[in-house]
């Protein structure tokens, strides 16, 4: 038997070590997703949720390996090992963290870790080349062992296991002379063996620090285990070994016996994490930043300042462009000194090559060498020969500018470097689009402002001032103007009562003015008119007519507060008199008399122009700004300027929100003000029933759904045309389906029936609510204007008390009516009765909308568009998906949990399904196999969204059937490619997912 028989003959005998590793973490989701991870490699695998289970299992488990996390909830890994070691049950182990920790590192290694892991983004793609390396190194030493003890009885066997070992062996003095190597030595070094016998072994040392350091510990231990160090092959190349060193006697002498495995491919690897960490916080820095600053040339500066060393970055420029693409100002970090601004260069006619061919291309430049790939650069010789980065700053069709970073050649190839610089660049760009935007916000504000200036200088045109009095202590509030129009200082009535005003009153007319206000507060007068002089500062008297309305009563319909606009008449009176005056004098003077009665008339008139004037001019001046705010958050909100996070779309909806409510206030204000001057006319024409019904609801589904309201309408077959106003109808009905919405409870419901009356020749809209009632003795003063139920300073709803009164008269004025029924606590019904005269053709309507559970499902069944499935629990998510697919074209239903998902999938069967992973009842991955599983659904395209986003997650969702896969948050953008791209002609297989 040769050498290679015999060794062949010995290794046969020593069977292959099988490790059970057991996974020792308290995260019940991140253990089984270990786990699964390990099995794929054909690991045994067990799994503890505590320490104390880990104990019991490495126990119980013959060669056994722990995967321990530091920290657990009943003890910390340092127990767990000292708790074996007592037992004298010695096993391997490898720790790891949620946090990079070197005490708690060296700490563990000192135990015997094999292994230090950080949970970090690359945890679960380097943990099994970590567990096969070390179960291999395990192995290995223990058939080192074996092969020890064989060795003692037998120098031949020795020899031949020594030679053919699969990690490097060696044994030499302590100074360093070589006395034996095995063939993976000379394989790992690249020597041979006559030549590694000519040199010193720890002149294999890249660092000479760590050959004092061993040879020191070796001395005084007599055994240095697992200590990794940098080696030097004769080729001049680098490699890493993990080493162990001990002490022996060889033929006389003491020495050393080296035993090391290359580990160069797993540093590589932690290196590789290492940087992307670095890299990690400094764009954490950014993002900081980005929060903070709102100066851009500051806020470039400082990104600069936040990317280099030692946060990932050797060095940093920015170059921020204007609209033109000309370079404005640069930006930069990390030169020492060595690189001139680039801004001085560039208006020098300097442009740098990187900037050209990153304004060519939309994503990643990367440039190896700056002296190769840039020769004719201005600035090359600043970029020395480090491997760099650029990108442009870009957000939608808008440049920023340029940034460009030095990166270490070894990783400026990796893909995830590229992506994270790319994130960074995409993220400074967002920053200073919000800068544009605030600008504008700014703008926005200064126009509104200035309206607000010329609205006040119209009322000071017109002699106008508003008050307001609180009946009960008679505290009354007033403009500026009212003070202003008396001769004394704008705060001069500030809080005070209502007799500082009355005291002023010309004794003639001071109980006559108070007896019309009595008169009105105790309901023997329809209103508050009155004229009257009052004393100025100068004592001086002028003419004021005044006018008001009770604006809040309280529950026993008693008023509360009063308010009212007052207007300086003294010119009118003053002609007035003059009038009276021509008139008392002689027959001869008639034509004079007429000619002054002429110009008090021309002066009445004018003065009535100027009311109507003003009228006119605060309604514009009002609705301009207001539609210039309304405009641009529509604009926003449609994502004409690119996306906006949530808290941005909380924004802008309040500002929706609030400007509709101003322009319903204005437009319910004026449309009153109108039809009582008989100013309004109706545009009769044929009116699609169904059409005015579903765009009444529309108006109304998001202030529903905020609710969690239940929607119900039933139309009557019959009912298809009627003359009437379309804009008006809507206008009746969309206040009465606000009213519902608003004083119905959360999860209420409310409705809307369309019923044909043949014999009366009548059509009944009648919209019911389950909401809080209204009380009989309310009921006769419901349709007042400005009369509101809840009208007191604690009131729960808001509005202005118009709605019901517009919605009487235009009833009216239609020639039909309004009936109300209602129990307190139970809801109301209120019924608009409309002729019904019919056109000359019916038209075909749609038919009525049935009930369903869903809002989504009464008002989205338009023909020709593509239906969209969006399943997803999250109501804010689900808005912006719904309100984008909208306005690109699509049809939407929607559902809150995957078991509703599944009844619409089957019934409606849409072009498309948009399914959240988790939502309630049946998650998405459940709900996805179910559809897959049926035949009429199986090939509806399925794309998946997921906020979990960890390695492993995209191949559930598509081993599970979704067709692609999106992580959340979701871009709206990356969602329309991907929904446009399914949505292709179908061809005869079934699209590949990418």
């Known amino acids: 038997m040769n050498n290679i028989e015999a060794l062949q003959h010995y290794l046969q005998d020593m069977p292959e070590t099988r490790f059970t590793l057991i996974v020792v973490e308290d995260d019940q989701g991140l253990n089984r997703l270990i786990q699964k991870r390990l099995q794929r490699q054909s690991f045994n695998v067990a799994g503890a949720y505590t320490g104390a289970e880990g104990i019991q299992l490495a126990r119980t488990l013959p060669d056994a390996l722990l995967l321990i996390d530091y920290t657990l909830p009943d003890m910390t890994g340092k127990e767990i090992v000292l708790t074996l070691n007592r ?20 700490e563990m290694m000192k135990l015997g870790a094999r292994d230090y892991l950080v949970k970090d983004a690359n945890f679960l793609d380097l943990l099994p080349s970590v567990v096969q390396q070390i179960t291999e190194q395990l192995d290995t030493e223990r058939r080192l062992q074996q092969a020890e003890s064989a060795l003692r009885e037998s120098e031949y066997r020795f020899s031949l296991l020594f030679q053919n070992a699969a990690v490097g062996i060696s044994l030499a003095t302590l100074d360093g002379r070589p006395l034996a190597a095995n063939e993976a030595t000379l394989r790992m070094s690249g020597y041979e063996p006559e030549e590694l016998s000519q040199i010193n072994l720890t002149d294999t040392y890249t660092n000479p620090d760590d050959r004092v350091r061993i040879i020191d510990m070796l001395r005084r231990d007599g055994r240095v285990n697992n200590q ?30 080296v035993t090391f495995e290359d580990i160069t491919e797993r540093k590589r690897s932690q290196e590789r994490v290492s940087y992307l960490n670095a890299v990690l916080r400094g764009i954490r820095r950014v993002n900081h930043l980005i929060t903070q600053e709102s100066d851009r040339d500051r806020l470039i500066q400082g990104a600069c300042n936040s990317l280099i060393e030692p946060f990932g970055y050797a060095n940093a420029w920015i170059a921020r462009m204007d609209h033109a693409g000309q ?39 990367v440039i190896h060498d700056p002296s190769v790939d840039c020769p004719d650069c201005s600035i090359v010789s600043a970029c020395r020969r480090e491997a760099r980065l650029s990108i442009r700053l870009a957000h939608g069709d808008r440049i920023y500018g340029v940034i460009a970073v030095a990166v270490d050649a070894s990783f400026v190839d990796d893909a995830e470097v590229q992506r994270l610089f790319a994130e960074t660049a995409r993220d400074l760009a967002s920053a200073l689009y919000k800068i544009d935007l605030e600008e504008e916000r700014q703008r926005t504000e200064n126009e509104l402002r200035t309206s607000q200036e010329r609205l006040i200088t119209a009322m000071r045109a017109g002699k106008l001032a508003w008050w307001e009095m609180d009946v009960a202590n008679g505290i009354m509030v007033s403009d500026d103007q009212k003070a202003l129009m008396l001769g004394f200082e704008p705060d001069h009535f500030v809080g005070a009562h209502h007799s500082a005003f009355t005291d002023l009153l010309h004794p003639d ?17 329809d209103s508050y008119d009155a004229e009257y002089r009052i004393k100025t500062q100068s004592g001086a008297w002028r003419w004021f007519h005044d006018y008001g309305q009770i604006t809040q009563r309280d529950a026993d319909g008693r008023p509360l507060r009063i308010t009212g606009v007052v207007v300086d008449v003294t010119d009118r009176q003053e002609t007035a008199l003059a009038l009276q005056r021509t008139l008392d004098k002689l027959e001869e003077r008639v034509a004079e008399r007429t000619r002054a009665l002429s110009d008090a008339n021309a002066e009445l008139a004018r003065a009535a122009r100027v009311k109507d004037e003003f009228l006119a001019n605060m309604s514009h001046e009002l609705r301009t700004p207001l539609s210039a705010v309304l405009g641009m958050t529509e604009v926003l909100r449609d994502g004409i300027y690119g996306p906006l996070n949530e808290r941005q779309n909380t924004a802008l909806q309040s500002i929706d929100e609030s400007g509709q409510h101003l322009l319903e206030l204005i437009t319910d204000i004026l449309d009153v003000a109108k039809i009582d001057a008989g100013r309004t006319v109706l545009d009769f024409a044929a009116v699609n029933v169904q059409e005015v019904v579903n765009a009444s609801f529309h108006l109304v589904i ?49 409705g809307l029936e369309v019923t044909g009356d043949v014999e009366h020749s009548a059509v009944r809209f009648s919209v019911w609510d389950t909401g809080i009632g209204i009380a009989p003795d309310h009921l006769q003063h ?12 604690a009131r729960s709803y808001e509005g202005t008390g118009l709605g019901l009164s517009l919605v009487v008269r235009l009833a009216e004025m239609h020639g039909g009516s309004v009936d109300v029924e209602s129990q307190v606590g139970a809801g109301s019904r209120f019924t608009v009765i409309l002729p019904w005269r019919k056109p000359m053709t019916n038209s075909e309507s749609p038919s009525h909308i049935a009930d369903t559970d869903t809002v989504a499902e009464t008002i989205t069944n338009v023909a020709n568009h593509p239906l969209v499935l969006v399943a997803e629990d999250n109501e804010a998510a689900s808005t912006l998906i719904c309100d984008y697919l909208n306005s690109r074209g699509f049809r939407i239903v929607t559902s809150r949990n995957g078991e509703d998902a599944l009844r619409l999938a089957a019934k409606m069967h849409p072009a498309l399904i948009v399914m959240d992973i988790q939502m309630p009842r049946i998650n998405g991955l459940e709900a996805t196999r179910l559809i897959r599983a049926d035949a009429n659904m199986a090939d509806i395209p399925i794309i998946a969204l997921s906020a979990l986003a960890i390695p492993g997650d995209r191949e559930r969702c598509l081993e599970a059937g979704a067709n692609d896969y999106i992580a959340k948050p979701v871009s709206l953008k990356r969602l329309m490619q991907s929904i446009t791209g399914l949505l292709q002609p179908i061809t005869t297989e079934r699209p590949q997912v990418q």
């Not at 949620?98 to 060296?106: C, N, P, S, W, Y």
């Not at 560039?346 to 990153?358: D, E, K, L, N």
Request: glycine residues 6%; proline residues 3%; neutral net charge.
């Open 87 to 106: 037992d004298k049950h010695i096993t391997p182990f490898i720790v790891i963290t949620g946090q990079g920790d070197e005490r708690t590192a060296v």
């Open 782 to 793: 419901l349709f007042q204007p400005f009369y509101q139920v809840d009208s007191g300073l």
């Open 327 to 365: 370079i404005i100002t640069v930006a930069s970090a990390g030169f020492n000194g060595a690189f001139v601004r680039l801004d001085q260069r560039i208006r020098q006619g300097a442009s740098p090559t990187c900037v050209r061919q990153t304004l060519d291309d939309t994503g990643v430049v």
């Open 228 to 257: 990794e160090v940098r080696l030097k092959r004769k080729d001049g190349t680098l490699y890493w070994v993990n080493m162990t060193l001990d002490t022996l006697t060889f033929e006389g002498q003491e020495a050393m016996l």
């Open 509 to 525: 007319d001071c109980e006559r003015t108070l007896q019309a206000m009595r008169d009105y507060l105790h309901g023997v007068a």
């Open 702 to 750: 998001q202030q529903a759904r905020k609710k969690q309201l239940h929607l119900h309408c039933e139309c009557d077959p019959a009912i298809t045309a009627l003359y009437a106003d379309a804009r008006r109808l809507k206008q009746i009905l969309v206040n009465l389906l606000s009213n519902a919405v608003k004083f119905t409870p959360t999860e209420g419901q409310i």
